[in-house]
C-alpha cells in the first residue's frame, strides 16, 4: 500500500520546510517613521473623493512622470481569491456604471499573462501577472476586516491579489501551503512601491473575511507604509499588531510601534471601534 499524505499533514510539513531554508541571522528593525492618514468618513454618500484627495496629500503621495509632470496611467485591477468570475464581481460592484471606458481600464490578475521571478518565498521561481511587475505604483484597496486564519486582513493580506489563480489555484492554494504569514510578508518585500487606502466605512468583523459581519467604523486610511498602515487599522479595530504575527515578521521593513508612525488626521486612540474577534482570537485585544 502506498503511503497517503493528506492536506492536513502536508500544510505544517510545507510549512516547516519553507521556515528551515528561509532561516537567517534576525534582520535590523525599522528605524525610520512613516505617516498615516486617518479621516472620518460617516457613509460612502460623503464626498469621498475629496477624502482620498485628502488623505493622500497627508501622506506626501506625489504620482509623477521622468519630467515632473503629473501624468499616469491608471488600471483597475482585481485578482479574487474565492470567485473565478472576476467580470462578474466587477459587475456587483458597480464597476460598469461607475467608472468611464471601465473594460478597457480593467485588468483580471488571475488570468493575466504572468512572466516569473526568482527565489520567492523559497521557491526556486515565482510567476506575477505582467501587470503587476510593470507597476510603478499599486494601490491596495481592501476593506477592514477580522481574518480566521491570520487575525485580520487589511492592505498587506490584500497582496494576495497580486498572485494569478490560473497559475496556483483557488484561494491562491500555494501561498497557504507557503504560510499565509510567510506569504504575506514575501509579498510585501517583493512589491515595495506601494500606497493603501482602507475601507473602514464599513468593514467586517467576527468569522472573516467572507463569513463575518458587517462593522461600521467610520473612517478610511491612508499610507504608503503598508506594515505601518495595518498597524493603525488594528489599533483602530481594537487589535494588538504587536500579537499579529505578519506584522512581528514585518518589523525590518515598515513601522509597526505608534512612536514610529506620525499619524496624521484623526488619532487611532480617538476612533477606536473594537471588532468582534473570534473565540480562539480574543487574545490580540488591545488593552
Not at 2 to 28: D, E, G, H, I, Y
Not at 35 to 42: E, G, I, N, Q, T
Not at 180 to 205: K, P
Not at 207 to 234: E, H, M, R, Y
Request: aromatic residues 8%; proline residues 5%.
Amino acid at each position: 500500500m502506498k503511503p497517503c499524505l493528506t492536506r492536513r499533514a502536508l500544510l505544517p510539513a510545507a510549512a516547516a520546510a519553507v521556515l528551515a531554508s528561509c532561516q537567517k541571522a534576525a534582520p535590523t528593525p525599522f528605524a525610520g517613521t512613516s505617516p498615516v492618514a486617518v479621516l472620518k468618513a460617516k457613509s460612502y454618500q460623503e464626498d469621498l473623493v475629496s477624502h482620498i484627495l485628502t488623505g493622500i496629500r497627508l501622506c506626501g503621495l506625489q504620482v509623477k512622470d521622468a519630467d515632473g509632470i503629473r501624468s499616469v496611467l491608471v488600471e483597475i485591477a482585481e485578482g479574487p481569491g474565492h470567485r473565478r468570475d472576476t467580470l462578474g464581481l466587477a459587475d456587483e460592484a458597480g464597476y460598469w456604471k461607475g467608472v468611464k471606458n471601465f473594460e478597457d481600464n480593467f485588468v483580471d490578475l488571475n488570468r493575466d499573462d504572468v512572466s516569473p521571478i526568482k527565489n520567492f518565498a523559497g521557491q526556486e521561481q515565482f510567476f506575477f501577472p505582467n501587470t503587476v511587475l510593470a507597476a510603478d505604483l499599486i494601490v491596495s484597496m481592501p476593506k477592514m476586516k477580522t481574518h480566521h486564519w491570520a487575525g485580520t486582513t487589511l492592505s498587506m493580506k490584500n497582496f494576495f491579489g497580486l498572485v494569478p489563480g490560473a497559475v496556483y489555484g483557488w484561494p491562491k492554494n500555494t501561498l497557504h501551503y507557503i504560510g499565509i504569514a510567510e506569504s504575506i510578508v514575501a509579498l510585501n518585500r517583493q512589491f515595495r512601491q506601494t500606497f493603501a487606502i482602507v475601507d473602514g466605512i464599513v468593514g467586517m468583523e467576527g468569522n472573516g473575511p467572507i463569513q463575518g459581519t458587517p462593522k461600521t467604523a467610520n473612517v478610511l486610511v491612508f499610507g504608503k507604509d503598508l506594515v505601518a498602515v495595518d498597524a493603525t487599522c488594528c489599533r483602530i479595530m481594537g487589535i494588538d499588531p504587536a500579537k499579529i504575527e505578519y506584522l512581528t515578521m514585518s518589523a525590518d521593513f515598515g513601522a509597526t510601534s505608534a512612536a514610529q508612525i506620525q499619524q496624521r488626521g484623526e488619532n487611532p486612540a480617538a476612533v477606536r471601534t473594537d471588532f468582534q474577534l473570534m473565540q480562539q482570537y480574543q487574545s490580540l485585544r488591545l488593552a
